[in-house]
C-alpha cells in the first residue's frame, strides 16, 4: 500500500533517453501495447540514485501501463561506495548506471539535474544556496517540458524534519517548477526547443520512514491510499519482486533515441532486430571503423532494408535488400571517424563546475543520463509502404546475454597520460621532479609530450620528444618543477602533440559486474601544494578499509607505505613500523581485523603509534575496540568551513612538528567529518570540537590516547577526501599523527 497527498498550495486536477542496444523484450512489448493504450504520464522526483520508490514506479510503469519516469536531481557522487574505490565523479558515473539498470527492469525513464551530490546537508536552504537554485530549477523544468507528464510525484515532504537537506530542497524545487513549466515568460530560452506543459496536479509520496514531515493519513486529509501489489501481466512476476530486483542495482550504497512507443512495437511485432557491432569497443579520432551491420526479421511480413545511415559524416551505406524470415542479412563496411571527435567523456565533467553544479555547454544534453551515441547509426526500413528508422550505434562485439554490461564505442586519444602521484608536495620555493606517465593506446607513436605551468612556477624544461613502439607501452618522462617561494596551492597540466593535434586527457577505467565498462577521460591534472611540512618517521604500514586514495597520499609526504593484511598484524611485522594508519570502515569490512586488534594494542603499548579512521556503528560489537571503550553516532559536521575550537592546544598532535592553526582548517571540502564517536573511553582525550551552524560543537572527531610508550588514535575527520584534494593543513595536521612519540 502506497499512499500520496496533494503537496501544500498546490492547485487540484488529474506523456527518453537511454542506450541504443535495449530492443523491447516479447514481455516489454506486450507492456508498450498497453501503455500504448493507455493515456497518463508520471514523473517521479527525487534527490539522490536509491531515493526513489521502486514499488511506486514499477506499478505506475508496468501495472497501469503509464509512461513513468525519475528524475534524480544528483547523481550520488557525495556519497559513500562499498564495492570499491571510486568517489566522487567517478561514483556518480557509477550510480548514473545503476539508475539506468534499474529502469530496464521497473519500467521507468530516467533522468537527471546538474546539481552536485555534495555530500551530507542538514538544511535544505544550505542546499539551495551551494546548488544554483535559478539552474537546478530550470533543469526540472526543462525535463518537465520534455517529458511532459501528466502527474508529478515527490518522495519527500517540501517541509523539513529529520530528513537530508537534499531531500526536501527536491520537493521545493520540484513545487516550484510545477508552477512555472507551463509559463512561457518562465525560462523562455527553453522555448526554441520545447514548449510549455502544465502538469495537472503534483502529489507527495507519503508514508515513508524519514522522508520528512509526517502526513496524517486519516480521512477528509487529503490523502489518496493506492494498493501497489499485484501481478505484472506480460512477465507474470509480481510488482514487489520486480522492484525488489529494480532496487538491488543500487549496489554501490530511460529509453527513447530518435524513434517513439509505437515504432519499437512495429519492430518487435515483426520481430525485426538490427545492431552494429565492432571488434574493438573503442577508436583513435581518424581511425577507419570495420562495423559489421545485421538485420533479422522472424515474421513473413515484408521488410525491405534500404540504407544504413550515418549522420555525423552526412553518408550512408546502400542496402536495398529484402528480408527473409530467419535469415540474418550482414553488411559490412568501414568509414572514418571523424579526427574532430573528442575523446569520450561523461557530458557533466567536460568542464570544471562548482562545488554544487556541473557545468554543461550544450542545453540539449542537461537531463540525459548519458551522452548521445559517439557515432550514431540510423537503420532504414521499408515496411508496408512506410519507412522506418531505427536509430543505433557501434557496440561491442560479444556478451549478448547480458546486454545491459556491452560496451558502446568509446573515443580515446593515441596517447593519454597521468601524473604519478596527481598531487605533489613542494617546500616553498623548492625544486621537485614531476612525473608524467604516457601510455600508448596504439602502436608506433611519436610526438611531444607537454607540462603547463601557471605563473609563479618554473618548469626545467617544458617539453620533451616521445616515441611509443607498441600499444599498451608505457613511459615516463620527468620535468623539474620549482615552486613560489610563498605557500600556494596551483594546478599544472600536461599534454601531447601527435600529428598536429593536441591530446590532454588521463584514462581512468573501472569494472563492475552489474553495469558497463566505465570509461573516463578528464584533463590530465597534478595539484601542486607548496606548503611548509615537516614529518618524523620513515615507514608507515596501511590496512586499507573500504577503499581510498589514502596511502598514495602518505607517499606524497615522504614516507615509505607498506600494504598490510591481517595476518602482518603480528609483533615482527609491526616492530619496524612508525605507525600503522587503519582505513575507512576498516572494522565494517574487513573480515581479518577485529582478531588482531590485541596485536595491534601491543604494538602501541611498545612504542607504536596507531591511526584508525572512522567507521559505521553498524555492526560493532560493544568492545570492538578493547581495551578502549568507544561508541560510534551517526553524527556529523557537514559544514566544511565549521569554526574549529581547539580543546587541548598545548597537546603535541597540534604541536610538533608542525604548529597546527585555525588556518590549517581553511579549504577543507565537503565535510568536517563524521559518524562522530558520542562516548569514549577516559583516556582518550579529545582535541578538536566542530559544528554546524546553530548546533553544539561535537568533540569527537580527533580522539588521541596514550597506551603505554605509545599511542592510538581515532579520527573521524574526512581525511580520505582533504589529502587527495591536496589540502594544505590536513597535511600537516596528519603528519603530526604520524609523527606522535617520534
Known sequence: MVALAVCASIVVGF????????RPTGPDILQQLRSFATMGSVLYVAAHPDDENTRVITYLARGRGYRTAYLSLTRGDGGQNLLGPQFGEQLGVARTQELLAARRLDGGRQYFTRAKDFGFSKDYRETLRIWDRQEVLADIVRVIRSFRPDVMVTRFSPQPGGTHGHHTASTVLAIEAFKLAGDPQAFPEQLSELTPWQPLRIVYNVGIAGTGAAVSLDEGTGAVKMDVGGLDPALGESFASIAARSRAMHKTQ?????????????????????????????????????????????????????????????????????????????????????????????????KTGTAGMFHVDDPSLIGRPENPAAFPIEYVFEIGGQ????????????????????????VIPPVSLRFVPSVELFAPGAERPVTVELTAARADV?????????????????????????????????????????PV?????????????????????????????????????????????????????YLAGAGDEMAGSLESMGYTVTQLTGADLIPAKLRSLDAVVIGIRAFNTRKDLADHVPALIEYVEGGGNVIAQYNLPTGLSANWLAPFQLHISRDRVTDEEAPVTFLAPDHPVLNSPNRITAVDFDGWVQERGLYFPDKWDEGFSPILAFGDPGEVPLRGGLLVARQGKGYFVYTSLSWFRQLPEGVPGAYRLFANLISLGK
Do not use: C
Open 446 to 486: 611519436s610526438g611531444i609530450v607537454q607540462l603547463e605551468v601557471p605563473s609563479g612556477w618554473r618548469v626545467s624544461t617544458a617539453s620533451e620528444r616521445f616515441h611509443l613502439d607498441q600499444a599498451g607501452q608505457r613511459a615516463t618522462y620527468t620535468f623539474h618543477v620549482t615552486a613560489p617561494a610563498q
Open 254 to 350: 530511460g529509453f527513447d533515441i530518435g524513434y517513439g512507443p509505437v515504432d519499437r512495437i512495429i519492430e518487435v511485432l515483426i520481430g525485426l532486430a538490427v545492431e552494429t557491432v565492432v571488434d574493438q569497443p573503442e577508436a583513435v579520432p581518424g581511425e577507419t571503423l570495420k562495423m559489421r551491420h545485421t538485420a533479422i526479421t522472424r515474421s513473413n511480413f515484408p521488410v525491405r532494408w534500404t540504407a544504413v545511415r550515418y549522420p555525423s559524416i552526412q553518408r550512408q551505406l546502400i542496402v536495398a535488400l529484402d528480408l527473409r524470415p530467419d535469415q540474418p542479412l550482414v553488411r559490412d563496411d568501414a568509414q572514418t571517424l571523424p579526427a574532430s571527435t573528442p575523446p569520450s567523456q561523461p557530458y557533466w565533467l567536460r
Open 387 to 410: 519507412t522506418l528508422v531505427i536509430s543505433g550505434e557501434p557496440m561491442q562485439a560479444g556478451d549478448s546475454v547480458n546486454a545491459a554490461t556491452r560496451r558502446q564505442l568509446d
Open 489 to 541: 596551492t596551483a594546478t599544472l597540466e600536461g599534454s601531447v602533440e601527435v600529428n598536429g593535434a593536441r591530446f590532454n586527457t588521463q584514462r581512468i577505467e573501472f569494472r563492475y559486474n552489474h553495469i558497463p565498462v566505465q570509461l573516463l577521460q578528464p584533463v590530465a591534472r597534478l595539484k601542486a601544494v607548496s606548503l611548509g611540512l615537516a614529518i618524523r618517521g620513515h615507514t608507515v604500514g
Open 15 to 22: 506523456s527518453g533517453l537511454g542506450r541504443a542496444d535495449e
